[in-house]
T-cell receptor, first 116, second 112 residues
Framework: DTGVSQNPRHKITKRGQNVTFRCDPI?????LYWYRQTLGQGPEFLTY????????KSRLLSDRFSAERPKGSFSTLEIQRTEQGDSAMYLC??????????????FGPGTRLTVT | GNSVTQMEGPVTLSEEAFLTINCTYT??????LFWYVQYPGEGLQLLLK?????DKGSNKGFEATYRKETTSFHLEKGSVQVSDSAVYFC???????????FGAGTRLTVKP
């Protein structure tokens, strides 16, 4: 296993279209996170899963956004009716919850979304 | 709430110069602190971490010490290389919170 992978790496779509991104975490990791990163900013938390359960959503995650993690493995992030403001890099990360401090998140290469 | 403030960039240095990127934090609880690096076109990579006060994280010649008294975690390297050119992010994680808080990033350019 070589790390977290994301597909596609780049997506260009027209305003109003739906898009779906996929994230494959490190296989033994039970936690999976989605972040959004805009130019010149650090990643901002969107949502996270513990196994297949989505346990937290940021207020940044509008009702046009939905994320799933069926079977606790890969995850998908769907954006419906895309807007130009959705243009960003969408990052996925995974971690192994060990119940102690020192956990770190491992990031994928990201999916860059451009909404025209 | 939990937050991280890091030195704004961009930072431009000559090869072999000394690097410091400042990072301070605000947190409830007992945070772990991280530095991530992002090379052009790539995702974030963990550079180093520290989990408790006075811990020093180090990797690839980079170091950062967790200073509780000054709530800081400054990144340093004694002699930078062109290959260190990247964006560096300071981050904070608190057990029981499920999101990691990132600074805005500092772009470093090292010139030969």
């Amino acid at each position: 296993d070589t790390g977290v992978s994301q597909n596609p790496r780049h997506k260009i779509t027209k305003r109003g279209q739906n898009v779906t991104f996929r994230c494959d975490p490190i296989s033994e990791h039970n936690r999976l996170y989605w972040y959004r990163q805009t130019l010149g900013q650090g990643p901002e938390f969107l949502t996270y899963f513990q196994n297949e359960a989505q346990l937290e959503k940021s207020r940044l995650l509008s009702d046009r956004f939905s994320a799933e993690r069926p079977k606790g493995s890969f995850s998908t992030l769907e954006i419906q009716r895309t807007e130009q403001g959705d243009s960003a890099m969408y990052l996925c990360a995974s971690s192994l919850e060990r119940g102690a401090q020192g956990y770190e998140q491992y990031f994928g290469p990201g999916t860059r979304l451009t909404v025209t | 709430g939990n937050s991280v403030t890091q030195m704004e960039g961009p930072v431009t240095l000559s090869e072999e110069a000394f690097l410091t990127i400042n990072c301070t934090y605000t947190a409830t609880g007992y945070p772990s602190l991280f530095w991530y690096v992002q090379y052009p076109g790539e995702g974030l990579q963990l550079l180093l971490k520290a989990t408790k006060a006075d811990d020093k994280g180090s990797n690839k010649g980079f170091e950062a010490t967790y200073r509780k008294e000054t709530t800081s975690f400054h990144l340093e390297k004694g002699s930078v290389q062109v290959s260190d050119s990247a964006v560096y992010f300071c981050a904070l994680g608190v057990q029981g919170n499920n999101d990691m808080r990132f600074g805005a990033g500092t772009r470093l350019t090292v010139k030969p």
